[in-house]
């Protein structure tokens, strides 16, 4: 019966793709209040094409009838995005998760396709930040969402509101006003007056505090925000404790211009102060917990490259004794390679112009490199320990094929305990999958989040795993796909990198749709949403 669907599913897109006689695609729609179907004017609309550099994608205003239109678009996946002060873009009412909807619409040549898009009224949350003698306290105040970082640990994530600010500082009095905030949970977190820029001396005497007052992440209050409601959350008391005195003493080679310290005390992104390049750092009132202090030296022009520089590592477990602690600036190692590009017919040559990534299991410096004319990379002062291998910018339909050091595979993962060389191969003939979400009755689903994941399931296979959204009609596609047994599937939402958590993963490991792909081929493929 699927087949049958499959079939007329893939009739159906080609007919519509062939009613526009104009060249380009268009896409026309309109914005509508969700409560009362009103027409709501003076919405910006934009499409954003992730292939296209950020700066190059169409954008309109709604006119008083709440209607736009693009026209001559060139084909590809577009995400739409609406923006207007005091609203956001309206979701189904059984998804949960703010920050987390998307419409993206496929566009081909000579296609016209129509939306209607729904906004609702965002909501605030209001409050003061004191101190345990009811004065109010200069601060940070973030909001975070439950999610689970690219370890598929569980994190609580920091999100911007859909005005697209992250952080709001308090005023004289302590006050703060968090607006634009779609509807959803929230944790409120109150830090020192930045966590990024130069180390301020308040920073590790103010602890990172949840709402309603605790110091521990597990025990914060997640705050239940509706449409167009404003919730006061009354009073955040920063509670005084006993911190460790945290004295490095750098010892290093040579001085540098400055350094930067990051870490990642609970977000999934680290935080990262820049620092002036004295002997000694004192931070004076740590709070207790475990540290992975990453510390990297910085260019004499306060520039921060991404293909390494001299850098220590500090791990520390803190329970409110002071700590006074020789740090040696290490050079790290000499990681270098090649890439090739393998045709059909297995012939290599050398490639340029791409980029290869290590990206660290742990706290450290993500590094990336552009491949030269002959085909090689170079990369100085790498940090010891486990990376995962990525590359970018590959040709249309090209995988990552190979990654060999010391004669062995690495396309897993690569432990840098030494100099190292490390050889790729990409491949030509990637295989490609057309397919579409439906849920059980055979409706088509857009909007759902689709996963493919190699079969069996494997966490160190990074460069195997995908993701994306299906468009208006439920389709998706996957492209540049290496060849093996994959399993995919869709949810309505899901939370950030929720797939790469095994206990999140235990119920419908084996329930995705399996399918196998083959070099310079075309996999085509139903996959039912889950329902629950």
Avoid: C
Avoid at 396 to 405: D, I, Q, R
Avoid at 446 to 454: G, K, R, T
């Amino acid at each position: 019966m699927k087949h049958v669907f499959l079939a007329a599913f893939l009739i159906i897109v080609g007919q519509l793709a062939a009613q526009q006689p104009k060249p380009g695609g268009s896409v026309s729609g309109i914005v509508l209040d969700v409560s009362s179907d009103r027409p709501i004017g003076d919405v910006q609309v934009s499409l954003y094409d992730p292939s296209v550099p950020s700066g190059n994608s169409p954008g309109t205003i709604t006119n008083g009838q709440g209607e736009f239109a693009f026209t001559g678009l060139p084909t590809g996946r577009y995400l739409v995005s609406i923006k207007k002060q005091g609203f956001a873009l309206a979701r189904p009412s059984d998804l949960k998760l703010p920050s987390a909807y998307e419409v993206w619409v496929s566009v081909k040549d000579r296609e016209s396709q129509m939306l209607e898009l729904k906004l609702v009224p965002t909501g605030v949350i209001t409050g003061r930040v004191m101190d345990t003698a009811s004065q109010p306290v200069r601060s940070a105040v973030w909001l975070g969402i439950h999610g689970f970082d690219e370890n598929g640990n569980d994190t609580i994530r920091i999100v911007s509101d859909s005005n697209g600010m992250v952080a709001d500082p308090t005023n004289d009095r302590g006050e703060y006003r968090r607006f634009g905030l779609e509807r959803g949970k929230y944790v409120v977190v109150v830090s020192s007056s930045s966590l990024f820029g130069g180390f301020p001396t308040s920073a590790s005497k103010i602890p990172l505090t949840y709402f309603p007052g605790t110091t521990d992440a597990s025990k914060a209050v997640f705050i239940d925000v509706a449409p167009g409601q404003e919730v006061d959350l009354g009073e955040i008391a920063i509670q005084p404790f006993m911190g460790s005195r945290v004295t490095l003493h750098f010892m290093d080679s040579i001085s540098p211009g400055s350094r930067t310290l990051s870490y990642r005390p609970m977000f999934g992104v680290p935080i990262q102060y820049s620092l002036s390049a004295t002997p000694d750092l004192v931070m004076p009132s740590m709070p207790p917990g475990y540290y992975d202090f990453f510390i990297q030296d910085v260019d004499d022009d306060g520039t921060e490259p991404t293909h390494g520089r001299p850098f220590a590592r500090v791990e520390l477990t803190l329970n409110g004794s002071d700590v006074d602690k020789t740090v040696f600036i290490s050079q790290g190692f000499h990681v270098h390679g090649t890439v090739q590009s393998e045709d059909l017919e297995g012939r290599r040559v050398p490639v340029t112009g791409l980029t290869v990534r290590l990206k660290p299991t742990r706290e450290g410096r993500q590094y990336s490199m552009t491949v030269q004319k002959n085909g090689s990379w170079d990369l100085e002062h790498a940090a010891p320990g486990r990376y995962n291998v990525e590359i970018s910018n590959l040709p249309s339909g090209s995988y990552l094929g190979s990654a060999v050091a010391a004669n062995k595979d690495v396309l897993d993962g690569i432990e840098i305990t030494s100099d190292t060389t490390m050889d790729m191969v990409v491949r030509a003939g990637g295989g490609s999958i057309e397919g579409g979400v439906f849920d059980s009755a055979q409706h088509p689903i857009s909007s759902a989040v689709v996963v493919l994941l190699p079969d069996p399931q494997s966490p160190r296979q990074p460069h195997l795993i995908r993701q994306i959204v299906s468009d208006i009609r439920g389709a998706f596609h996957f492209d540049g796909l290496a060849p093996g047994a994959y399993r995919a599937y869709a949810w309505r939402e899901l939370e950030s990198n929720a797939y790469l958590n095994s206990k999140f993963m235990e119920p419908y490991i084996e329930r995705g749709t399996p399918l196998r792909v083959t070099r310079d081929d075309k996999t085509q493929v139903l996959v039912t949403v889950f329902e629950e």
